[in-house]
């Protein structure tokens, strides 16, 4: 019994974490100004000094050029696809791969 519903569990969340996780590359523009990271690891660190309010860390961040802000318009490939349930997005411009929030890119170009 335990088997059947394990095969049909699996016959359900495959196709769909297939659907809303895959990784094709597709053209989008940025929105707004929203932060850019180089690597998706500084995008958290940037977050995260967001939300315990150190300017100064933030700051340093921008001034390193580990992240920076892009204006709207801006022609990405998107490379990595928050998915359903995530927050960052990698994207390529200009031949740079960087990270944004998930909220920094229109995907309806």
């Known amino acids: 019994m335990k088997s059947k519903i394990a095969r049909v569990g699996l016959g359900v969340f495959l196709p769909v974490a297939i659907l809303f996780t895959s990784n094709f590359a597709y053209s989008a523009t940025t929105t707004g100004v929203h932060p850019v990271c180089l690597q998706k690891e500084w995008l958290d660190d940037l977050t995260s000094f967001t939300v315990a309010h150190d ?25 990595d696809s928050p998915g359903v349930f995530g927050g960052t997005t990698g994207f390529i411009a200009n031949g740079v791969k960087g990270w944004t929030l998930r909220e920094g890119i229109n995907y309806r170009d």
């Open 55 to 79: 300017k100064s860390s933030y700051e340093s961040y921008f001034r390193s050029r580990k992240c920076m802000m892009v204006q709207a318009g801006l022609k990405v490939t998107v490379v």
